[in-house]
């Protein structure tokens, strides 16, 4: 069945094939030959995209081209048109502008890529030969297990606090776009925890759509600024980033064995009152508890709390402990998973605040004392601020009064729509005592994260909880994948299998080192070139300007809407040019109807500041057809008038002026397609400073009968094993074809048998 239909296709195809020559009409129409099996089709034995070796200047069309004179060679005609502009002068844009602009200089990378070693997996940095031994927190606490997190539910009688374990806020603690705003809701968030801090790099900020959100490890000195920046009366968004600003500054200067304080803040764009909802930690020291509690006296105080904790969400919406709390502050109770604390009835009681229905609590089981918090925000490259330091008091779970948090669907912190590419990360504990490292034995498990912005080096011997992406410290051999460790007595962990020096660390400069080229000149800037110059620290791109292009369509008989009509026609050229144009690296400035009026043309001609001009129609040398008229009225110089390819033999190539062009393309539709691939394609592919590439091959399934004396460009599908099928429907008025089709194949004079190797014009959508 499938065959029959096939030869029927075939049939009908070679009668088109044998009408289109008859109807020919350049002399040697009776030469018609077929090119033998296996050699490549130039037409005229010339190369169409080799170029010559010396460079020509662009050839005149000789006086008497046009519809019947001396037509440009179809080969002839693609040359000068690339040869007919150059690129103008590259200019620089930022990033968001360099979308499908040409790259005017190499791309080298501004620095080694990765920047620095970093753990490719969750896990534990290690050095040396396992077991190793992992920090113990000040009471002799160690990690619960090998692979997850330990965390308490709770709110307090007064039904605040939100606390993240280490873990938990690091595995789970996220604010998933899923997950339902909670907490404060539309108001501005701020949570504050104070704790010492263990290990030179914790803390960090997260500012997500610019409202929000930093757990910062801050030194005392700033700790103040920091809670006083939350605490400003103008509360909400300005608050909160002033929190963050301060946080993050004081976050770069925390050292080991300083107080500090992590705060989140979140401001809601929309906070109508700006009440911040300030959470302090206890477990420090009572100055920093103070500096806490003043951040939390908020004016508008509804949410304003001391001893509360935040989850935080970088776009504010969520998640927090917010209400006023006692200063017995959170508590923590018995080991959870961040999800199961997320989930859990009275995880985030919070009376007082009925329409605060949430905040998660996470305490962490051993935290000796105090009110404690854990902020965690999270971003998709992940953040948590993370907090230590609750007091146990696990009647508070079912503290009356206490509402339930939603049940969150993943993740130990209430959600919110978030995600933004900013994180950060903040890591504080409770302990009131010791500077420690991320290896101190007297340390707690704190987990290295990506983002911290130091990392103390790791003995020998030593091991520490990391997350994928952060950098590895100093010191360590391996990562050890989290599901591929086993932790005993909270302090030794052992590995389930071999582990190689240097697994799981993606060593600085693996893709690149600073100064290696990335990406050659001329290479067009796709969305994956976007990412890649960000991630090699490019801010802006030197680029070649789109080419401003504007489309003239011609012809009084078209419509721009509805049905055919009244013997008018629906314009099928303004559609499909635009989109085209822009694909071969235009910019498409206008689409202009004109209809048949010398004068709007002339007129439009005159007043156009498009590099590129396309017409469409008129070509020809009917009464209507004022193409060639107008030119000469506005003394264009012809470069190209006429090509001998069928469809399109009346295209033209003219030059209006310096550094302007116009290309003429007849009105059948299929005839305009083959004169935008002839003359507009090389024109904007050097005006954008496109490379000129190499033409994809491939072998006709059937025979093409060619022309005698011209080109023939036909629609071909490629097949699943790389052939050209040609396609019905190749009429010069007809779009059928085309649309099925993924190139035209240049089919030389005499056409092509079945089996030959053809050059193949793709469409710019299509792979080749
Ligand atoms: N005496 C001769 N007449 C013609 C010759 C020739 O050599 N000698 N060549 C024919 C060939 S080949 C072509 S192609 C056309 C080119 O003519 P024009 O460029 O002047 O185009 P028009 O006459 O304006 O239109 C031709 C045809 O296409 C339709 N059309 C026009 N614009 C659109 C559009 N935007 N969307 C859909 N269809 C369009 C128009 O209605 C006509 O049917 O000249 C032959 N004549
Ligand atoms: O070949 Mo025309 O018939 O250029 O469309």
Known sequence: MTDRRDDAEHALDRAADEALALFADAPGAGRMRVRPVGRPFFPFDEDPFKEPEEPEAPEPAPADAGCHGNRTPWPTARRTAARAATPPAPRTRPLSEALGEVLAAPLTALTDLPAFDTAAMDGWAVSGPGPWRLPVSPDGDGERTGTSGTAGTVGGPEGQGAAADAEAAAAGGTCGADQGAAGAGPAAVAAMATGTADAVPTGAAVLADGQAAVGGAAAPGAVGAAAEAAAGPAAGIAGAQAAATATVAAADEARTGDQITAVAAVGHPAAPTGGIAAAAASGAEPADATNAARAAAVPAGD???????????????????????????????????????????????????????????????????????????????????????????????DAPGAPTAPAAPTGGLTGAPTNTPSSAAATATGAPAAASTAVSPTGPPTPLLAGSPSVAPLPDGAAVRIATGARVPPGATAVLRSEHGTVRMGTELYAGRHVDQGQDIRPRGQECRVGDELLGAGGVVSPVVLGLAAAAGYDELEVVPRPRVEVFVLGDELLHEGLPRDGRIRDALGPLLGPWLTALGADVVGVRRLGDDA??????????GADVVVTTGGTAAGPVDHVHPTLRRLRAELLVDGVAVRPGHPMLLARLGPRRHLVGLPGNPLAAVAGLLTLAEPLLRSLSGRPRTEPPLARLTDEVTGHPADTRLVPVARTRTGRARPLRFHGPAMLRGLAAADALAVVPPGGASPGTEVALLPFPWCTP
């Open 599 to 608: 004068g709007a043309l002339g007129a439009a001609l005159a007043g156009s």
């Open 303 to 397: 949410q304003a709390a001391s001893g509360a904790a935040g989850a935080v969400c970088p776009h504010g919406q969520a998640a927090v402990g917010p209400a006023a709390g006692g200063p017995a502050g959170a508590v923590a109770g018995g080991p959870a998973t961040a999800t199961d604390s997320a989930a859990a009835p009275g995880a985030a009681g919070m009376p007082g605040a009925d329409d605060q229905p949430t905040a998660v609590a996470i305490g962490h089981p051993a935290a000796p004392t105090g009110g404690l918090v854990g902020a965690s925000t999270n971003t998709p490259s992940s953040a948590a601020a993370t907090a230590t330091g609750a007091t146990a008091a696990p009647e508070a779970a």
